[in-house]
């Protein structure tokens, strides 16, 4: 079975707190890929990252992190020093290669972060 | 960067009435491009792959004859929501992949979305 499972509907945090978005996967496949979108409420899809099944180097990025464990099937995902502007629904999807790298989508966590 | 635009934005319409949305690459070709539906506060369903020149593949549970699929130009695919009712008010998102990128694994999957449309049927 290919899905990918983020167990955090919602999360509040108070700006400048960091935090974790975690995110699960299942696949057979030993070629993938795996993404991560932010969706601000203004619906459009924001990409942030991808990461092939045969990298597991961690990357940051500004005050994105991410890390990547094979052995655990997760890609978590963490914004240090959040912002109010921060606030939008994160998805975490999987490109596994069977099926031709269509992308299946977890079903987002909601970060609200207030100020 | 590669830009995917889709028209309209946001469309409103009388229940039974059909409506078609526009998913364009603006400055890349693409053969395979893909449809998602998204319910409010919901996570992206995948609908269907629209290839270039034949004919969409869709997934269970989507009803061809309802979302109306044509990709007839590398740039260019549309989605025709047939006699629609208010249960396929949703959010519809496309995205295209680049044509002809092949990373170090053989086929890469580089997906381009676009900014979504959101439809209404009253």
């Known amino acids: 079975a290919q899905k990918v499972t983020q167990a955090q509907t919602e999360i509040s945090v108070v700006e400048k707190e960091d935090v974790t978005l975690d995110c699960v996967y299942e696949?057979?496949?030993?070629?993938?890929?795996l993404f991560w979108y932010k969706q601000p409420p203004s619906g459009e899809l924001v990409f942030l990252i991808r990461?092939?099944?045969?990298?597991?180097q961690n990357e940051i990025s500004g005050r994105y992190s991410w890390n990547f464990q094979k052995s655990t099937s997760s890609f978590n995902f963490t914004i240090t020093a959040s912002q109010v502007v921060d606030s939008a629904v994160y998805f975490c999807?999987?490109?596994?290669?069977?099926?031709?790298?269509?992308?299946?989508f977890g079903a987002g966590t909601r970060l609200f972060v207030k100020a | 960067g590669a830009v995917v635009s889709q028209h309209p934005s946001r469309v409103i319409c009388k229940s039974g009435t059909s409506v078609k949305i526009e998913c364009r690459s603006l400055?890349?070709?693409?053969?395979?491009m893909f449809w998602y539906r998204q319910f409010p506060k919901q996570s992206l369903m995948l609908m269907a792959t629209?290839?270039?020149?034949?004919?969409?593949?869709?997934e269970q549970g989507v009803e061809k004859d309802k979302f109306l699929i044509n990709h007839a130009s590398l740039t260019l695919s549309t989605l025709t929501v047939t006699s629609a009712h208010p249960e396929d008010s949703s959010f519809y998102i496309c995205?295209?992949?680049?044509?002809?990128?092949?990373?170090?694994?053989?086929?890469?999957?580089?997906?381009?979305f676009g900014p979504g449309t959101r439809l209404t049927v009253l």
């Open positions: 400055d890349f070709q693409a053969t395979t």
């Open positions: 990461r092939n099944s045969f990298d597991e």
């Open positions: 629209s290839n270039e020149g034949s004919k969409a593949t869709y």
């Open positions: 999807a999987l490109s596994p290669d069977t099926g031709g790298f269509k992308t299946i």
């Open positions: 995205s295209a992949r680049p044509s002809g990128l092949a990373g170090p694994y053989g086929s890469t999957d580089t997906q381009y």
């Open positions: 696949t057979r496949d030993t070629t993938y890929y």
